[in-house]
């Protein structure tokens, strides 16, 4: 057998190489690609789980925080409008307000705990205390004071009328306004409740103006 021509070799390690490259290729490169494809899609699956799980851990903490605001505001409303009367804490709470806005409690008197209706006489499923308050003071600034802030007490309150009078002094005593106030405290009774409750005695502070 004759020896190859050199062209011949040549196109012979040619043919080598492109088969070798071509085996490398298929062999070796191409499953890597499918492998990163795979992976890629794993990838991806994964991303779109923890995008899920992320989803739903948010809306889990955002009902959480919810319910934990609604406890809160129930504790408020229920601080506000209690299962009972509670009126040794609204006259220390009243006192304490007078205390702040520098006028004279001169007397709390607590009503019976009544049934609440509407205007046709429908009963609306808890109870009213109607409290006297007799504040008095030479300054106007600091009745004014004491009824803005009557509205801001822990225990929800309404003002139901306000009625101020100018006493006049002697050698003794300057002159000085009265003013008695009456307010509303609301109690989540029934009206059985309300109707078999005792009214409260009346608090007649020992300070003078």
């Known amino acids: 057998m ?28 191409l499953p890597l690609f499918q492998d990163a494809a795979e992976v890629d899609g794993q990838i991806a699956t ?15 903490q955002s009902a959480k925080a919810q319910s934990a605001a609604n406890e809160v505001e129930l504790m408020r ?17 009243v006192q304490e307000l007078a205390n702040i806005s520098g006028v004279v409690l001169m007397q709390i008197t607590p009503g019976d705990l009544v049934p609440a209706v509407d205007e046709s006489g429908a009963d609306l499923g808890y109870g009213v205390v109607d409290v006297a308050v007799v504040i008095s003071d030479v300054h106007w600034a600091n009745h004014i004071d004491f009824l803005r802030r009557l509205p801001l007490l822990d225990r929800g309150v309404r003002i139901v009328s306000v009625v101020c009078a100018s006493i006049e002094g002697d050698d003794d005593e300057p002159a000085y306004i009265e003013s ?11 009206p059985e409740a309300a109707t078999m409750a005792a009214p409260a005695p009346s608090t007649t502070p020992t300070e003078t103006p």
Not at 77 to 93: F, K
């Open 77 to 93: 409303i229920a601080n506000q409008i209690p299962d009972s009367p509670q009126l040794p804490s609204v006259i220390i709470e």
């Open 180 to 190: 008695t106030i009456v307010i509303q405290v609301y109690v989540m009774a029934s």
């Open 2 to 29: 004759g020896k190859l021509s050199a062209q011949n070799q040549l196109y012979i390690a040619i043919a080598l190489i492109a088969v070798v490259t071509i085996a490398v290729v298929f062999l070796g490169i």
């Open 46 to 60: 994964e991303q779109q789980s923890l995008a899920a799980a992320q989803a739903l851990l948010a809306r889990r």
